[in-house]
């Protein structure tokens, strides 16, 4: 069975600390994508990043990096110098090639971060 | 603006009552899906429709049921089965079965029982 943990439910930092929102998956599938969606108080989720199994390359944009490491199946995100716009509910989803396209979502990290 | 339209943004249900949430995009997608939202638990899969006139259940169906009569929309009936319908509804649409595409999600449905 496939499945995402985020194991930090509330995370609470101080602006212009750096902050890492822990994603870990389960999947026996050799094929699968990687995502990490935000979701503001308006309910819309903003699409961030996308990782496809082939590609353990780490990526920065900006204050947001990504490390994904197969080999302890962890696709982590980490905001440096964090904002107070930074808050927001962060989601990481997990998807398997040729089943419908289908995302499997994380129970999401909720960030606060104050002023 | 292309884009996802749900409808309406909060909506009450009374006992018994079936209720129907609108999901509209411009898109051009043929995927679509309906994710429930409840706090602490993430997003979990209602049903999804990957091409029109045919759809499949997620791991919540019950107490649901949807049509795909077009393309462009993919609403959602909660039904008097569902018997704990309070939460957050999300629509979403992709590309058909394109693994590395991403959803587009709108904008979420409140629904509250009276």
């Known amino acids: 069975a496939q499945k995402v943990t985020q194991a930090q439910t509330e995370i609470s930092v101080v602006e212009k600390e750096d902050v890492t929102l822990d994603c870990v998956y389960e999947?026996?599938?050799?094929?699968?994508?990687l995502f990490w969606y935000k979701q503001p108080p308006s309910g819309e989720l903003v699409f961030l990043i996308r990782r496809n199994s082939f590609d353990e390359q780490n990526e920065i944009s900006g204050r947001y990096s990504w490390n994904f490491q197969k080999s302890t199946s962890s696709f982590n995100f980490t905001i440096t110098a964090s904002q107070v716009v930074d808050s927001a509910v962060y989601f990481c989803a997990l998807r398997i090639y040729n089943q419908g396209g289908k995302l499997i979502f994380g129970q999401g990290t909720e960030l606060s971060v104050k002023p | 603006d292309g884009g996802i339209t749900q409808s309406p943004k909060y909506l009450f249900r009374k006992e018994g009552q079936n209720v129907t949430l609108s999901c509209e995009q411009n898109?051009?997608?043929?995927?679509m899906y309906w994710y429930r939202q409840d706090p602490g638990q993430g997003l979990r899969l209602i049903y999804y429709?990957?091409?029109?006139?045919?759809?499949q259940k997620g791991d919540i169906a019950e107490g649901y049921s949807v049509s795909r009569e077009k393309k462009e929309s993919f609403p959602l009936t909660v039904t008097s089965a569902q018997k704990n319908p309070t939460a957050f509804y999300l629509c979403a649409s992709g590309p058909r079965d394109r693994g590395n595409e991403k959803l587009f999600f709108g904008s979420g449905t409140q629904l509250s029982v009276l």
């Open positions: 429709s990957q091409i029109v006139n045919d759809f």
């Open positions: 999947t026996r599938d050799t094929t699968y994508y």
């Open positions: 898109l051009n997608h043929d995927a």
